[in-house]
């Protein structure tokens, strides 16, 4: 089967980008959220986005033109009745990912495959909400989509072959580098080792051997990481690593997954990082 046309539900600063770069490799998108001012907005920051690449020389005029034009704003689900690939970009939870794919089934065509962008939860039991499990795999993209080369491609228990076959073809496609996780297990790849990371740099806090701000000095120039750890913390939000931590103590039984008493204090506090203005560090608003 050749994907042509991919719906993407969900028009957060993730399942924006995504529409993007599919837009961008020549697929038709149709972008949805439950109210159309999302979706707008997400048009809003591609714009914006695109532009830059515009003055810098990378594309035209144009070409801008054309990749936005291979967007279709929606507010109805409905819309992906003929999508070859729908994506589902929705707040990490596990409840409503299982009506979002439950929803799908009953839309999309008997041949459409279905993916999760979850960063964490089990392919499986999002799949187990259709009646086409061995067409649902994880595309696991990291943020912001557009520049960031990975996707993980997750196999639940049914996937088959080629739906993992089709779903790496699109990433890389899209210009990412794809790796199979070959078996169903929470946070995956990346956010299992960056998980033991983030638990540790707040340890290490609490212990008091080191500053935030040392910490992070430290993780970029001993390690070479672009970012430190509370940096990369406030960048991705703060509530999200929280209930990453809360579902891995959870599926692991094992309590070095708790999250540590600093985290949840900035969780009480509403400090949930640069989205807010404040994290672990300040921000202008």
């Given at each position: 089967m050749t994907i042509t046309k991919i719906g993407v539900m969900g028009a957060g600063s993730m399942g924006g980008g995504i529409a993007q770069i599919a837009a961008q490799a020549g697929y038709q998108v149709i972008l949805n959220d439950i109210d159309i001012t999302f979706v707008e907005k997400a048009l809003g920051r591609m714009d914006a986005f695109l532009s830059k690449s515009?003055?810098?020389?990378?594309?035209t005029g144009?070409?801008?033109?054309?990749?936005?034009?291979?967007?279709s704003k929606?507010?109805?689900?409905?819309?992906?009745?003929?999508?070859?690939?729908?994506?589902?970009v929705i707040i990490e939870d596990l409840?409503?990912?299982?009506?979002?794919?439950?929803?799908?089934?009953?839309i999309c065509k008997p041949e459409t495959y279905l993916a999760s962008n979850t960063s964490s939860m089990p392919i499986t039991v999002l799949a187990n909400a259709t009646n086409r499990p061995e067409r649902v795999?994880?595309?696991?993209?990291?943020?912001?989509?557009?520049?960031?080369?990975l996707v993980e491609i997750?196999?639940?228990?049914?996937?088959?072959?080629?739906?993992?076959?089709?779903?790496?073809?699109?990433?890389?496609?899209m210009g990412k580098t794809t790796v199979e996780v070959k078996r169903d297990t929470p946070g995956f790849i990346v956010n299992r080792v960056m998980m033991a990371q983030y638990i540790e740099a707040i340890r290490l806090l609490e212990e008091g051997v080191a500053s935030i701000e040392d910490i992070d000095k430290a993780v970029k120039l001993g390690l070479n990481h672009p970012m430190g750890a509370f940096e990369l913390q406030d960048f991705g939000g703060i509530d999200i690593g929280y209930y990453v931590a809360e579902y891995f103590c959870e599926e692991y039984k094992d309590m070095r997954w708790t999250p540590p008493q600093a985290l949840k204090a900035l969780m009480r506090s509403g400090r949930l990082g640069r989205k807010t203005g404040a994290g672990w560090y300040d921000y202008e608003k």
């Open positions: 515009v003055e810098k020389g990378k594309m144009e070409q801008k033109e054309e990749i936005l034009g291979r967007i929606s507010a109805d689900l409905a819309d992906f009745h003929d999508v070859d690939l729908a994506i589902e409840e409503p990912k299982k009506k979002a794919f439950s929803q799908l089934e009953s795999a994880g595309m696991h993209f990291f943020n912001p989509p557009p520049l960031m080369r997750i196999r639940g228990y049914y996937t088959s072959d080629e739906t993992v076959k089709i779903t790496s073809e699109v990433a890389q496609k």
